[in-house]
């Protein structure tokens, strides 16, 4: 048992034993060294964005409006036989307008606020419904924040997630997505969310929706 | 090397044998053992083929992967060399949200202080995300043992981890645990658990294991995970699943405890930038693993879900001892797995081979290391030295190097019986002298005469035994190349 001080002094003790230089591991094995080289620019986010997704078993579509946008959350919840959705509390999804639609064809709308047991509401929804930060178009990757109104259970505990994302949220590459978090404080939970959740620990046979949603889509408005 | 599960014991109870406390048995002896199983061999080549292909297909189509490599070395020793800073950094800024820091020197301080805290919790079930971390002090085993009053189920949530546990195994692979179980073993396993016959498919067994595991999640009163990354900066712990698991024991049960190496830390979030890219690439051929999660103390006020007490466990047991030494690049380590399914040995053994919780070239380095060389002196040796592991390697580790220094270490400190010393000592004053030289390759060649029956020799008697009991024998040829050379070839 030690304290934060010896603990630490020991440390500080043995990273000065000194005189010891490590080796520079070359590069070598992997290239050549010549110029540094960058992946291509990507050209058009949106796509981009959309055939990622899909090349990991995903659905994306793109449309011009919200009221697309509503519509197409609905057909989903209507496909899928939903009866409760589970959404997060947030302007953007009140502007979306799903529940009374919703509610009137007998689909139960829980929100993410003042609620007794979440484990109760996320743990039954058939469908998770929240927004994102931003999106990376590289790798068809959703960036959640969580927050107030903002439940890390609704993008997790249901079978089927959506996400509705403003193409303007869209970055190109992992690096600039980084980027957004570095030197700020950050909130409690950021997830780079990429992809229906999958498991390929029996005989490397793919097992999509392990633990968190099978079943994925965004939708991308603008 | 199955372990038999006990009939009527409780679903989760963990008799897995030990981490890296427990003596290393032969290497040779597993080894000999492993290269004779075939179905092993299947499975060990199904994963390792396949990760490896994806693995060369994700960092080909990343051009500037080479100095991503450079640079992800150069932060790690950036973070080595003044990690006692780092880590008060990392300390500070975890407390400075709210969250609680504990300086564990060793497994024991680790178990004490989460047996402690189950305690003061009136915790029952404790869900775990896949943690090498806290394998290696078989943190499981020992909360059973030593608080058993508390009567606590503890469960591995990451599919491959939870079926070993189910088993009574220990994982044979840094990320596919159970690589060395195939498709009708695990049916039996988790048919077991069930209490009714599964067909063996992927979809009926992954289905039943993803209802089952719901259960747990959704009753777990602790979460503990380890850490792919800490930021000292920031207080952040980066985790990656693929299966959603790590999200889920950091998102739902009220209190939330990560178990750390202390040489996980990366100094900036930005660094993360480096890292999260290289390890899904190097680890398992995707561009990022499906759920990169960053977690930042406990929940923020506001928030329903997320944990409303954070524990950060910074963990040394064995790791600050090389720090400064010419062992230091063994705590670049980011634990992707790369260098295990290039390993020539590797592939012919498997995992379980190398008595420890890490296998492989990686295994091979810091088990000794970590364990003290008397134990482990085999390991070292399990190694071809040929290099793939440093070229597999995201970090650019020179493993073999390190494996050639401890060799030397063993040489050192009189581990290594003094014949071997000799007898190199002997090869190199012959290397040395022409004359010598030819008279030995004579020598040679007369000697391996009664012993190449059929094709090369394949082992020396008495006790040069110990040379080959691991090792081909090569024949020599019938004439020297001095001598071809002489007849002009």
Known sequence: MADRAEFLQKVRHRTQRG??????????????KDEPRHSPQVEDPPARFL???????????????VDEARDHVLSVVRERGANLLVRWDVEELEALGVDEPLGRAGVGVAVWRDLEDFREVAGKADVGLSTAAWAVAETGTLVLEGGPGMGRSVTLLPPTYVAVVRVDQILRTVPEAIEKYSGGPLPANVCFHTGPSRSGDIEMSLFVGMHGPGDVHVILVG | METKKPANRRETEDRRPEGLTSPV????????????????????????????????????????????RERAYRIKQETMANLDRHLGQMADAVEGRGGNVFFAETGEDVVRYIGDLARRRGAKVITKSKSMATEEIELNRRLEEDYADL??????????????????????????????????????????????????????????ARRRLREKFLAADIGITGANFGVAQTGTIATVTNEGNGRLVTSVPPVHVVVMGIEKLVPRFEDLSVFVRLLARSGTGQKLTVYTNFVTGPRAPGELDGAEEFHLILMDNGRSELLGTPFEEALYCIRCGACLNVCPVYRQTGGHAYGSTYSGPIGAVITPLLKGGKEAKDLPHASSLCGACWEACPVGIPLHDLLLKLRNKQVQEGITGRAQGLAFKGFENTMKNPALYRISGKAGRLAQRPLAKAGAPKTLPGPLGAWTNSRDLPKLAPKPFSQLWKEGI
Do not use: C
């Open chain 2, 25 to 68: 048995e032969g290497f040779n002896d597993r080894a000999r053992r492993a290269v004779r199983d075939e179905e092993l061999h299947d499975s060990v080549e199904l994963f390792t083929n396949k990760s490896v292909a994806g693995r060369n297909a994700v960092l080909n189509a990343l051009p500037e992967a080479p100095e991503l």
């Open chain 1, 19 to 32: 005189r010891y230089k490590p080796t520079n591991a070359p590069d070598v094995a992997w290239t050549p």
């Open chain 1, 51 to 65: 055939e990622e997704l899909e090349a990991l078993g995903g659905h994306g579509v793109r449309v011009a409006s």
């Open chain 2, 151 to 208: 009567d606590l189920e503890i469960v591995e949530t990451d599919l491959g981890e939870w079926i070993a546990q189910l088993a009574g195994d220990t994982p044979s692979h840094i990320v596919g645990p159970i690589l060395h179980m195939n498709r009708r073993r695990i049916t039996e396993v988790l048919s077991e658990t069930a209490g009714e016959r599964l067909p063996p498919d992927v979809e009926a067994l992954g289905s039943f």
